[in-house]
């Protein structure tokens, strides 16, 4: 009688076919990190353009920001568009040795002229048209005679017009684009919160 061989199978087979690398199967991966990347992108234009918080120092923008009230400011929109009238802008003062930030507002842009008489500020000869509810202005300062701005120079005033100092005194005098750090936009207070306006 013959025994039957039986030949185990090895475990080696080299005609099994080998198994392909898909590149398609790496798309869903692709998708995720292009989307974290996406959101790291987005994260970071948001903290570079509206990084800067800071708290209002003293009572010259009064009513409109109130010494303490905190300040959100963005930078971003200040380097793709000029300031313009009655922005609230956020700056250095040159010759401020401590770099401690000034808020106020523009009251006048490069080109223009500006005077303050009989408590009231003129641009261009015409009563400038205030967003903030102001008081009649008791020291106009440099501005009592008519000042024209340069190409580069902005004309500023704190709304609390009689307790302020700003373009009006030699300490500050007009403020260069270069100058400016942001725009007030946001701010935060006691008993209010909401857009600065």
Not at 142 to 156: G, M, P, Q, R
């Amino acid at each position: 009688m013959f025994e039957k061989i039986t030949h185990k199978k090895s475990s080696l087979d080299f005609n099994r076919r080998r198994s392909h690398f898909e590149i398609g199967s790496l798309r869903p991966v692709a998708i995720l990190l292009g989307e974290i990347a996406l959101v790291v992108a987005l994260a970071f234009g948001v903290v570079e353009a509206f990084d800067i918080r800071l708290n209002v120092p003293g009572e010259s923008m009064e009513p409109t920001l109130s010494s303490g009230d905190v300040v959100l400011m963005d930078r971003l929109i200040i380097k793709l568009l000029h300031p313009g009238p009655n922005d609230v802008v956020v700056f250095l003062p040159p010759s401020n040795l401590s770099a401690q930030y000034s808020i106020k507002r523009i009251i006048a842009t490069p080109g223009d002229t500006v005077q303050v008489k009989n408590g009231k500020i003129y641009v261009d000869g015409e009563v400038f048209h205030d967003k903030a509810v102001t008081e009649s202005i008791v020291d106009a300062g440099l501005a009592a005679n008519e000042i024209t701005l340069e190409d580069n120079e902005y004309f500023v005033i704190g709304d609390n017009r009689n307790n302020s100092e700003d373009s009006r005194y030699e300490t500050i005098g007009n403020i260069h684009r270069e100058d400016i750090v942001g725009r007030a936009w946001f701010m935060v207070g006691k008993d209010r919160i909401g857009l600065v306006h």
